[in-house]
């Protein structure tokens, strides 16, 4: 069974949030970075029980500059056999569908995995479109998988529920919480990734159809008020005077 | 700040930028490893540390570490750590390949240790133990040893521990009475005591392995008379199968901190059938165990910067959120209509801060400073290889003692902020408090690493590491001159290094005519002394950096008032903890002796 994963970039969870050029570029000044967790923790992490299971080669890929070259170590650190990166700036979602899918259209891929959205931009769009572009299956938020021969079953998350559904290899999947358990980078593995194959391929040079005009910040929270446990009569005053709640 | 209890920015400054991890990696010893990909194991033990480690935290500190039926029971979290750090390969990284290792640096595998005692420092010692342990095997035992005992230490199913205390021999290794007695087959027989024992039971494994201090039947008195042995608690068969080696867990001891880390009092050859097998040269054993004790002061250090890191994050959150008080206005009146200002907006509370942060981030960068000698003790040659190795034993006891004995003024200072809340169990300020107190205990108490410093390292080779040390500092105080306003703190580092020149001349006669009791009476003053000018060499170099990196780029992607606050912390430092030095001086300076045994006995001076 081969597999590619497409894994994005985000900032790291708990970073500082601004933006310049009229609120239209994010500010990335002392902003660190990871991997997309929902790709790392569950795509990746599946892609590689599906090998391990089945055999097969895990691909990962990514639209991208140079400097994403780090979380695509990580990936191959994490266990991916060998990793893409196209060389070209990430603008739209459509732009980035249509890059991996003419990536993928070149190899002999059973299964395209990615996270159900990045956790900065939670487009969530991207896969839909690759399936699209490859005319194959979609399954969006799986959470768990069953792979036997070229049937996938597999569970989805639905509101206030799930959804089991079947289908055929090649198909489209993206990963929501509990397709997979995390796994950290051991240090073979982070000594074997600089040895394993990085391939930089040139763009086809699709042109974005989306451009982000702006970003705005929610308001800011008002402060916390800390209120003493013995002070139950404050408290009451509070949520009644203040904020209005009883 | 991802975390509360420490700042991975703040790590990947000191190894990537401060102090250079990659003049380490152009050797050849260590070219298989790059920035890139230690960075992803910082970041996998970050991931580790917040998700496994820091939420039991207080828990084991609620249910410690007990002794029932002739074992001792620990949080199971400990073994699911051990766990995790051998099948990451964590455990001796350090080490060669031949040895199983993946030859990380020290500097590297250090800050993996302070990420762990910043999250919980009931953990790590149980693997810090388990490597030290099958080093010492690895460096000084037989092939045979090695075959039989390190795979088995670094896949974890197997755990170390270092035994040397007995009841009437802490502070003084050489009153250790635990005896061998030689047998036919080699091994030997080993009866005694040992108290005190870190992880001497409790992890959920099949055998754990004592290197034990002990001596051989007929050995000279004192030190020179101490070998060391592997004495496993069950011992291996022909077949390979274990069997018991009557070493008793004969109790545990419950502590005030460090509830989770058990300590264990255990008996060898109550039966008259504990084996032991010698582990380098007879008689020697003292010194191949300053290995161990050696990276176990430095792991001490750490591990004191580490929950002092945790105790400090956790009071600038508090600080940051809590409301009380108001800011004085222009009369000096306050104007009770307004809201409360947060308690980070007093100059006292932001003393406080700072004092932490200046201890825990000078005290790390001191440790990081120690492991990076320890690397390049690995890969220089001659003179220079020869100076890393005597800094390194200059620096050391003081990369112990300042973490743990400033830790504390740290953690007390962050307790305060969290004012009466602070007292109470149900903030964790209290634990951070308890637990660092064990630092300046174990692995040499003060008392002893003061003596070690100024009565063997500093005059050692006639002061040769002294030397080296000055000149470091001048070539960090010449690297500050390039900027103006570092220059001013350049020229206070310089008149507190003269003041040490004075205490030296003036106390160094004393040891020459052969009066060591003047000459040592103070040495704790001594350490207080040059440790504080070591912290303050430690900010300037990161005044130093700080100010390159703001004219050029962070390396790491740090914003730019991660820098500013740098320069910031330095000038605290300058303004309130150096001048300390001058008090020292003027202690250590003044002939009359009020301690010294010929002064007063003891009956007098506290009657
Ligand atoms: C929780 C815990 C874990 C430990 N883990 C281990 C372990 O894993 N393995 C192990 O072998 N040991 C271990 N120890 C033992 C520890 O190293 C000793 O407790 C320590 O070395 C001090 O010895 P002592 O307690 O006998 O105190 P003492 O040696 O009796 O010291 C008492 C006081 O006298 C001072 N003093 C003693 N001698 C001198 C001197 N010559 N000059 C000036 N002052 C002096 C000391 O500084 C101290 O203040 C542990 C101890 C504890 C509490």
């Not at chain 2, 161990?292 to 600038?316: E, F, K, P």
Request: aromatic content about 8%; charged content about 25%.
């Amino acid at each position: 069974m081969n597999s590619l994963v497409c894994i994005s970039k985000t900032p790291e969870t708990t970073a500082k949030i601004s933006f310049n050029d009229n609120n239209s570029q994010f500010d990335t000044e002392g902003v660190q970075f990871i991997m997309n967790p929902y790709d790392e923790w569950y795509a990746l992490v599946r892609a590689l029980e599906a090998k391990e299971q089945h055999g097969g080669e895990v691909t990962v890929i990514n639209v991208g500059p140079a400097s994403n070259d780090v979380v695509i170590r990580k990936a191959l650190a994490i266990g991916a056999d060998k990793a893409v990166r196209v060389d070209t700036e990430a603008n739209d979602a459509f732009q980035v569908a249509s890059e991996i899918a003419n990536y993928a259209k070149t190899g002999n891929f059973d299964l395209i995995y990615l996270g159900k959205e990045t956790i900065d931009y939670n487009g969530a769009e991207l896969g839909a479109m690759i399936a699209e572009l490859l005319d194959i299956a979609y399954i969006s938020f799986a959470s768990k998988m069953e792979v036997d021969g070229n049937v996938a079953k597999i569970e989805r998350d639905i509101e206030g529920g799930i959804e089991v559904v079947e289908v055929q290899t090649p198909f489209v999947i993206s990963a929501a919480k509990g397709l997979a358990e995390q796994r950290i980078p051991n240090m073979r593995g982070i000594m074997m990734a600089k040895r394993k194959p990085l391939e930089v391929v040139p763009s086809s040079s699709v042109q974005a159809k989306v451009s982000v005009k702006e970003y705005k910040l929610p308001e800011m929270k008002s402060g916390v008020k800390l209120v003493d446990p013995d002070n139950m009569d404050e408290l009451v005053r509070l949520l009644s005077e203040e904020a209005k709640v009883i | 700040m991802p975390n509360i209890f420490s700042s991975i920015e703040n790590i990947r400054f000191n190894i990537f930028e401060l102090h250079k991890i990659q003049d380490i990696l152009n050797s050849e010893y260590y070219q298989d490893h790059d920035e890139e990909s230690l960075d992803m194991v910082l970041s996998s033990v970050m991931d580790v540390a917040e998700k496994d480690m820091y939420p039991v935290f207080r828990e084991m500190d609620e249910k410690p570490a007990y002794y029932e039926d002739g074992k001792v029971i620990i949080h199971p979290a400990v073994d699911k750590m051990l766990k995790i750090a051998t099948d990451n390969g964590w455990l001796g990284s350090h080490f060669d390949y031949d040895d199983g290792g993946s030859r990380v640096p020290m500097m590297l595998s250090g800050a993996a240790s302070y990420i762990m005692a910043c999250a919980n420092n009931n953990v790590g010692g149980y693997i810090g133990l388990t490597a030290g342990a099958a080093n010492l095997i690895i460096t000084f035992g037989t092939q045979e040893l090695k075959d039989l005992y390190v795979p088995k230490m670094l896949s974890g199913d197997w755990t170390g521990t270092m035994a040397l205390t007995e009841p009437q021999a802490g502070s003084s290794l050489s009153d250790i009475t635990t005896k061998a007695i030689p047998q036919e087959d080699g091994s030997y027989k080993i009866v005694g005591q040992k108290i005190f024992i870190s992880g001497g039971d409790g992890p959920n494994v099949d055998n754990i392995i004592h290197l034990t201090l002990a001596r051989i039947e007929g050995a000279p008195a004192g030190t020179k008379g101490i070998s060391l042995f592997v004495v496993p608690k069950n011992r291996i068969s022909a077949d390979g199968s274990l069997e018991d080696n009557d070493v008793i867990t004969a109790g545990d001891f419950q502590k005030m901190g460090q509830k989770g880390y058990s300590t264990v009092h255990l008996s060898y050859g109550e039966k008259n059938n504990c084996h032991g097998w010698m582990v380098g040269v007879e008689n020697r054993g003292l010194a191949h165990m300053f290995q161990m004790m050696n990276g176990a002061r430095l792991d001490v250090g750490l591990t004191a910067a580490g929950v002092a890191t945790a105790a400090y994050y956790h009071s600038l959150q508090y600080a940051k959120e809590r409301p009380q008080g108001r800011k004085l206005s222009k009369d000096g009146t306050k104007d009770v209509s307004q809201q409360q200002t947060t308690i980070i907006n007093h100059p006292d509370v932001r003393r406080m801060l700072l004092l932490q942060k200046s201890v825990i981030e000078g005290a790390f960068s001191l440790i990081t400073e120690c492991y990076k000698l320890e690397d390049q003790e690995r890969i220089l040659e001659g003179e220079a290889k020869e100076e890393a190795h005597l800094l390194l034993e200059l620096l050391t006891p003081m990369a112990k003692t300042y973490p743990a004995e400033m830790g504390q003024v740290a953690i007390t200072n962050g307790l305060q902020i969290y004012g009466g809340y602070g007292f109470c169990t149900e903030f964790p300020l209290q634990q951070y408090y308890r637990d660092i107190r064990i630092m300046s205990l174990y692995e040499g108490t003060t008392g002893i690493q003061s003596l070690d410093l100024l009565g063997r390292k500093v005059t050692m080779q006639n002061g040769r590491a002294m030397q080296i040390l000055t000149q470091r500092i001048s070539e960090t105080m010449a690297a500050s001159a390039s900027y103006d306003d570092l220059k001013p703190y350049a020229a206070k580092l310089q008149a507190k290094l003269e003041m040490v020149q004075e205490v030296m001349t003036y106390l160094l006669p004393f040891a020459m005519k052969g009066d060591y009791e003047k000459y040592l009476a103070d040495a704790s003053i001594f350490m207080q002394m040059a440790s504080n000018i070591v912290i303050a060499w430690q900010w300037l170099k990161m005044g130093v950096a700080a100010k390159e990196i703001l004219l050029t780029k962070s390396k790491v992607g740090l914003a730019s008032s991660f820098y500013e606050s740098k320069i910031e912390t330095m000038k605290y430092y300058y303004k309130y903890e150096l001048p300390k030095v001058d008090a020292c001086k003027e202690i250590l300076t003044n002939p009359e002796d009020v301690t010294l045994s010929k002064s007063a006995e003891a009956n007098i001076l506290f009657s």
